[in-house]
């Protein structure tokens, strides 16, 4: 395995353009300060350079809360700040492990209404997912089915951080859904009733109810609609 060391020494990180998208971003952006020692357990565990937006991600930041907390985007952050990090939500290793690999990809970030943000692995069909390795797939809430977003990472970010969100969410935002996002922890989430996946919602996503509730618990009952819905398992969407 190569030491953090061997993969930040590269002349041309991606933080500098990560950075001028955050500052000239029309969304708003909170970059979160990064655990040192995190960072360097999570860059050894992932094996990518700081060339890349994900390793500049998870060296240069505690996570970033994009668009009023719409979309949280994990860092490396320090025990109990707002988010977690992207090891903990990926399961790593507590150290460095050569042999281990997330064998679902990784979840780099989650949206407030439990829709669940992931980068393929080497054999996204092996794992009952679509798309090609190394890229962006993305589990929509509202038809509980994994959707292809024909991106890697870095134009993903990029995208997100342009105000992609706007026109991608249509549907799932309500009059005033920036004053109930605003602030919540990344722990946290909105459940919506009726279900986002029902009928009642898509004809009238202002006369639901929201709460907040954990996101663990949030993921759990998306997991266990699509069972009985679909029959289909959608596998990890990220430990909380």
């Known amino acids: 395995m190569r030491l953090f060391e061997n993969l930040t020494a590269t002349q041309e990180p991606a933080w500098p353009e ?13 970059v979160l300060p990064p655990d040192a020692a995190a960072s360097r357990r999570t860059l050894e565990q992932l094996q990518v350079t700081t060339r890349s937006f994900l390793g500049a991600v998870v060296v240069e930041t505690g996570g970033l809360v994009i668009d009023h907390g719409w979309l949280r985007v994990y860092g490396s952050p320090s025990t109990g700040i707002r988010l977690p990090g992207l090891a903990s939500v990926n399961d790593f290793p507590a150290e460095p492990t050569a042999d281990w690999s997330p064998a679902h990809g990784i979840v780099v970030g989650h949206d407030v209404l439990g829709g669940t943000y992931v980068l393929n692995g080497s054999e996204p069909a092996a794992a009952g997912r679509p798309g090609t390795p190394g890229e962006m797939i993305y589990l929509a809430p509202d038809t509980l089915q994994w959707e292809r977003l024909e991106a890697g990472h870095a134009a993903w970010l990029t995208w997100v951080l342009d105000g992609g969100l706007a026109e ?9 859904w920036d004053t109930e996002t605003r602030g919540l922890n990344g722990d946290r989430g909105l459940h919506v009733f009726p279900p986002l996946w029902t009928r009642e919602a898509h004809e009238d996503l202002a006369a639901t109810s929201r709460a907040v509730v954990p996101m663990a618990e949030l993921l759990g009952v998306t997991r266990s609609a699509a069972a009985q819905i679909d029959d289909a398992d959608l596998g990890p969407l990220g430990a909380f």
């Open 18 to 30: 990560l950075r001028r998208l955050v500052a000239e971003a029309p969304v708003t952006v909170e």
């Open 168 to 176: 991608f969410t249509e549907g799932l935002r309500w009059e005033g």
